[in-house]
């Protein structure tokens, strides 16, 4: 299968189709925002440790790599009767390597007629016969793959990011309004609104524990991605998948692909999403790709509220994943504790303990676990959740700051939800891909 999306230049992020009647908000229907949030009432969700029993459900997987494959554990982990039918990836090998760790770990054959390989993979994933799709494949086909499964009235796990340029983000929110209408459950894979010492101390400020929200800080610093090298026989399609950590059009670069989940969980707490974008970022280490090493954006809300989000890929350097937000009372990790001003822990999660009685660092449910046993509670007592506007919204947030970062200009919430850019090859097949490994140079060089 080829498939032809419209070609852009990535320096006309602010240019071209308007916003296709979706700049009105989507009902997400978070499980957590069911209960009263009003004033000092709100109180968290309970969410159940396994998900009821019931007619058998039917999971295709779309993307069979290490996330993937995870996603299958945690579906037929999540309670009885669940079951994985359908596996589907571009590459065979993957869906080997999927095929094998489900029937050695959990005990599940998938029969050959059910392993799809190629980039039409997906469609036939959601035409046999499964009732949910576990959608973890490129991020670059996430919109279409979405699109697809909803018109065939599936429900769907949406992994992170939901896309990775503006078109995307408005067909994924467009997918996302008809997923509501037809009473589809959708759970995105930015797991920490499904994390229950995040979700607790959300409610610790929504009842006012650290006062009004002034500000916020987030960052995702590692060591660098792998590099996986061209190998004989691979046609540059190929070659870029393989190596897709190193590709903006593949996964959004990094501030969409992995600071997404930070900018969601600030998002998440405030309640809103930045309507502007000041970024800057830069490339030193990278030995292919188009890629940043580096972002560091200032995110300003509606009301001039600020927060800061920055994201490094690079080995020898200090690393540190987390979120900070300061109030007017203290400031919180967004995780497990609430502080003073005075450096005094006023609030910490209470863990379980182990049987020895010893607190632990973590609860006995995993957030990856918790999601989808989530999505099959809703799913089982007919209470469809749609968590589609959540995560588009926190990825045009990244997308918001890359561009910006690239261009070397202000970006605001407008322009994006009304650009053009459309990022990718004109061609998606096994062949020659006209992209060459150019980062982008923001900004005018000064005069000789």
């Not at 009647?21 to 009902?27: F, K, N």
């Not at 405030?270 to 502007?276: A, G, L, T």
């Not at 927060?307 to 937000?325: P, S």
Request: negative net charge; aromatic residues 10%.
């Amino acid at each position: 299968m080829e498939h032809k999306p419209k070609s852009r230049s990535r320096r006309e992020f602010i240019e071209g189709a308007a916003a296709l009647g979706v700049l009105g908000a989507i009902g997400t229907g978070y499980l957590m925002s069911s209960c009263s949030s009003s004033g000092s009432g709100y109180e968290m969700p309970a969410f159940p440790d396994t998900a009821p029993d019931g007619p058998p459900l039917k999971a295709g997987l779309i993307g069979c790599g290490s996330r993937g494959t995870g996603a299958a554990f945690n579906f037929i982990d999540a309670g009885p009767n669940l079951e994985i039918t359908a596996l589907g990836d571009v590459f065979r090998d993957r869906v080997d390597g999927c095929r094998k760790s489900l029937k050695e770990q959990r005990g599940v054959d998938i029969p050959d007629k059910n392993c799809f390989v190629g980039f039409d993979a997906y469609q036939r994933v959601i035409d046999s016969g499964v009732d949910v799709i576990l959608e973890a494949s490129l991020a670059y086909c996430r919109p279409l793959h979405f699109e697809a499964a909803v018109q065939a009235r599936k429900h769907v796990f949406l992994e992170k990011p939901a896309g990775v340029d503006p078109v995307g983000i408005r067909s994924v929110l467009a997918s996302g309004r008809m997923a509501e209408s037809a009473g589809l459950v959708v759970i995105s894979g930015t797991q920490r609104r499904h994390q229950r010492d995040h979700v607790k101390t959300f409610s610790m400020l929504k009842n006012g524990a650290i006062g009004d929200l002034v500000s916020a800080k987030c960052f995702y610093n590692i060591g660098a991605p792998p590099f996986v090298r061209r190998q004989p026989g691979w046609s540059d399609m190929e070659a870029m998948i393989r190596n897709r950590g190193n590709w903006n059009w593949l996964t959004g670069d990094l501030i969409v692909n992995l600071l997404v989940h930070n900018i969601d969980n600030l998002n998440w707490f405030f309640e809103k999403h930045p309507v502007r974008a000041t970024g800057f970022g830069g490339r030193h280490h990278r030995p292919s790709g188009d890629m940043y090493d580096f972002f560091s954006v200032d995110y300003v809300f509606d009301d001039q509220r600020h927060y800061q989000a920055m994201g490094r890929q690079m080995d020898g350097c200090t690393n540190n994943i987390g979120q900070m937000i300061y109030g007017t009372k203290g400031y919180t990790n967004c995780q497990n504790r609430i502080w003073d001003y005075d450096g005094n822990i006023t609030w910490e999660y209470s863990y379980p303990h182990d049987q020895e009685g010893r607190p632990m660092t973590r609860d006995l449910i995993s957030p990856y676990d918790q999601e989808i046993i989530n999505m099959v509670t809703a799913i089982r007592t007919n209470n469809p959740v749609n968590e589609t506007e959540g995560l588009a919204y926190s990825t045009l947030t990244g997308i918001m700051g890359r561009e910006s970062a690239y261009s070397g200009l202000d970006v605001s919430w407008e322009e994006m939800m009304n650009s053009g850019l459309k990022l990718g090859p004109e061609t998606y097949s096994m062949g020659p891909v006209n992209i060459p490994p150019v980062s982008p140079v923001p900004g005018t060089p000064p005069s000789a």
